[in-house]
């Protein structure tokens, strides 16, 4: 079984640019959180999607949002690019059932370097 | 709100030596437990865990113990090895929302 897909694996963008990321997830696995991790803050929870749904969103401005697809790959965009955005951008998926904990499958992650 | 508190790294060790990293948690009810590894220019990868309190989660000659009664879930390993070199991340969940502690990093010299 493939595991989960990030593509691209390498970015470099410029202040005030945008960015989209993507993610395939595991197959049959619905839902696909991003996390943002850096040396400093470690994985931070950007948001999760399921069922092309945002269910849960984590503590980042407006200028981070995500979408899911019918095939439950999903992209993340990220607008007006700062310094600060720089970091390495982890998707995992999971099957979210109704269990007490659904293990989280992670991608390589996509390296996003703003200058 | 959730949250894990995890020991700071870097952590250096030689062949053969004993493993201790700290795990801390705060949450409410009674969350799942676990910890990953982060090989270098990989995503995390789940390394052990543990769903409910006393219960012992062990992988690759690591262990940890849900402690309920001190919040905690400390990783162990007896003998490591140049290839545990990596980054060990503690976690909890509660269904499908994870809270990751900062990471530690850790590097093993023959």
């Known amino acids: 079984k493939a595991g989960v897909t990030q593509t691209p694996r390498y970015l470099i963008k410029t202040r005030g640019q945008q960015v989209t990321l993507s993610c395939s997830p595991i197959?049959?696995?619905?839902?696909v959180s991003w996390y943002q991790q850096t040396p400093g803050q470690g994985l931070q929870f950007l948001f999760e999607y399921f069922s092309e749904t945002q269910r849960n969103k984590g503590n980042f401005p407006g200028r981070f949002s995500g979408r899911q697809f019918s095939n439950s790959r999903s992209e993340m965009n990220v607008s007006t690019l700062e310094l600060g955005d720089s970091a390495l951008y982890l998707c995992a998926s999971s099957m979210r059932t109704g269990a007490s904990y659904n293990e989280q499958f992670f991608g390589p992650g996509t390296r996003l370097t703003v200058l | 709100g959730d949250s894990v508190t995890q020991m700071e790294g870097p952590v250096t060790l030689s062949e053969e030596a004993f493993l201790t990293i700290n795990c801390t948690y705060t949450?409410?009810?009674?969350?799942?437990l676990f910890w990953y590894v982060q090989y270098p220019g990989e995503g995390l990868q789940l390394l052990l865990k543990?769903?409910?309190?006393?219960d012992k989660g062990s992988n690759k000659g690591f262990e940890a113990t849900y402690r309920k009664e001190t919040t905690s879930f400390h990783l162990e390993k007896g003998s490591v090895q140049v290839s545990d070199s990596a980054v060990y991340f503690c976690?909890?969940?509660?269904?499908?929302?994870?809270?990751f502690g900062t990471g530690t990093s850790l590097t093993v010299i023959p």
């Open positions: 976690a909890l969940s509660r269904g499908n929302q994870f809270y």
């Open positions: 949450a409410t009810g009674y969350p799942s």
């Open positions: 543990a769903t409910k309190a006393d």
């Open positions: 197959s049959g696995h619905r839902s």
